[in-house]
């Protein structure tokens, strides 16, 4: 923290004798040696160091040490620096956040002729059928997604998914297996934008994930391995949070909460705080909270 | 049973699509399943950022009224802390009442009241990008500017309280006649005139929001940010004088030439 002053002729003294208690030191310079609004922009880039300067300089406005204070921004410059530290701080916040949703640049990916000739009868034509018609046309839609992990130790790179091609349409229960390591993870962490596929596309309800995911994620809801709850939310607070969320009107809010109360019995357990429940139940409001308002739902088991 | 065989019922299962709208499945329509597990997808999916914006500021409002104990902490801390500041300079135990030594000491109480603050806010917001409860709020269609306007609303509801409050004790103070005998309180006139203190508490309380909200992208760990954000404060409000005093006790002579070219 600084306090300038014009009345000192030298350049630094450190530990004013005056200043120093509290361990705290006040500086004095000189504003003919300093570039002194500087330091005074600086002064006051800590919160806690901007909140006391403010608090200081309030004392000394109208009172009989206004005359020693007159080194210290003055009421106003303080107040628009707060405010406009504040609105820098947010803008950051906003785009530091922002980045790992930012949109990606589609790269297309054909498989060879000669792969292509020896894919399954069912799966050719699953490929044709995605490839021919609309991403609208598909609630879920893989299209020729392609994913690559670096290779370790010189090794060339690992294709986790080769050119998937998979549409799923409303309505449908879709059940993806496969043996270990086939890519089924990978797939679906793509839907979630945890991966960046390096090549292809996936849509939700017509909307690119790569590109919109603002719009797709409105359609998507993900029940993980684990429980993502706040433990100290009850039942019916989270049924609201993601009601609210998905934008379900003010007006059917509570009747669509105790629609899923009564639905997946979780009558007594209503107003419990999710960090008291049992497993089991748990589970219950998890899948019910990624439900709410919805047209695809993954859910992801080992 | 080896993978070739479970591949055939991969493939078999493959086949339901086949089914058409109208089949029996187990006694229940298709329509009745899609009821069951989808509510309330017969409303008007419009999904605003008001919405969006006031379910996270009702659900840190629930977390406050759950956690009870923490929220009380968590308000009334500042409020405390800056309450002992503003009645030890007024009973003259920081030295003389209203001297510019006295207030400076007031001022820095005050807003190390505001320290354990930084610890709160930073602690939700990393807990939960950690513990993947806010990627699964992006996931489920909530905007990034709903997610932080919502939080930053949240904690300012709560942090106005002392603020608020700690203005109500200063104008109380500015208005009684003052304990100790030719002491004076025109400093305290002075805070609470024109609401001055109202203003700068309140802003210096969406600043530290909003350096909570930003600082809390470097922290790995809900605890390592409880633990860091305080010494992280102080040295940010004491690092221009460390930095100015190296540079000229470490430059020497350099040092005094480049002021002289600044000049």
């Known amino acids: ?302 | 049973m080896s993978i070739s065989s479970l591949e055939e019922v991969f493939l078999s299962t493959g086949g339901d699509r086949e089914l058409p709208e109208s089949a029996d499945l187990g006694g229940e329509t298709k329509q009745s399943d899609d009821e069951a597990m989808n509510f309330g997808d017969d409303f008007d999916r419009v999904v605003t950022i008001q919405k969006q914006v006031n379910g996270l500021w009702l659900r840190r409002m629930a977390l406050a009224r759950n956690d009870i104990f923490r929220a009380i902490a968590f308000t009334s801390f500042p409020l405390v802390v800056g309450l002992i500041g503003i009645l030890l300079n007024v009973f003259g135990m920081l030295g003389t009442p209203g001297d510019l030594q006295s207030n400076i000491v007031m001022s820095l109480i005050i807003a190390a009241g505001y320290l354990p603050v930084v610890s709160l806010v930073s602690d939700g917001i990393v807990f939960e990008r950690t513990s993947k409860l806010r990627n699964i709020l992006t996931i489920i269609g909530l905007e990034p500017r709903s997610y932080w306007i919502g939080t930053f609303l949240g904690e300012y509801t709560l942090l106005a309280i002392p603020g608020l409050l700690l203005y109500i004790i200063a104008l109380i103070c500015a208005y009684v006649p003052p304990p100790v005998e030719e002491s004076r309180n025109d400093y305290l006139t002075s805070m609470v005139e024109g609401g001055k203190l109202l203003w700068l508490l309140l802003l210096s309380t969406a600043q530290l929001i909003c350096f909570c909200s930003m600082l809390s992208f470097f922290f790995s760990s809900p605890r390592l940010a409880i633990a860091t954000m305080p010494f992280f404060s102080i040295v940010l409000a004491f690092l221009p004088v460390i930095l100015v005093a190296m540079f000229w006790y470490g430059f020497g002579p350099l040092g005094e030439y480049l002021m002289k070219l600044y000049r």
Request: glycine share 8%; with cysteine.
């Open chain 1, 1 to 302: 923290m600084f306090i300038c002053t014009r009345h000192s002729n030298q350049f630094l003294h450190l530990c004013h004798a005056r200043n120093l208690f509290a361990g705290t030191d006040l500086v004095y310079f000189s504003d003919e040696t300093v570039p002194l609004n500087i330091l005074r922009g600086i002064a006051v880039c800590s919160p806690h160091g901007a909140l006391s300067i403010g608090v200081l300089r309030i004392t000394g406005e109208c009172s009989e040490i206004r005359s020693e204070l007159c080194v210290v921004p003055p009421y106003w410059q303080i107040i628009v620096i707060i405010a406009g530290e504040a609105i820098v701080f947010a803008i950051a916040t906003y785009f530091i956040d922002r980045r790992d949703f930012l949109p990606l640049q589609e790269q297309e990916f054909q498989i060879q002729k000669d792969e292509l000739s020896n894919l399954d009868d069912d799966v050719a034509a699953e490929r044709t059928s995605v490839l021919t018609r609309s991403e609208s046309a598909y609630s879920l839609r893989f299209a020729n997604l392609r994913k690559l992990f670096p290779g370790k130790g010189g090794q060339p790179p690992l294709e986790a998914v080769k050119a998937l091609n998979l549409g799923i349409t409303r309505g449908e229960l879709f059940g993806l297996l496969g043996a270990n390591g086939a890519g089924k993870t990978t797939a679906i962490l793509c839907v979630m934008r945890v991966l960046y596929p390096n090549a292809g596309s996936v849509h939700i309800e017509g909307h690119s994930v790569g590109t919109n995911f603002t719009e797709a994620s409105k359609h998507l809801g993900v029940v993980t391995q684990h429980n993502t709850l706040w433990e100290k939310l009850s039942c019916t607070d989270h049924l609201r949070l993601f009601a609210r969320v998905r934008g379900v009107p003010p007006s059917q809010l509570e009747a669509v909460v105790q629609s899923c109360i009564e639905r997946l019995e979780l009558g007594p357990y209503a107003n419990r705080l999710a960090g008291q429940l049992s497993g089991g139940m748990k589970r219950k409001l998890v899948m019910t909270l990624h439900s709410i308002n919805l047209m695809f739902s993954l859910q992801h088991s080992a």
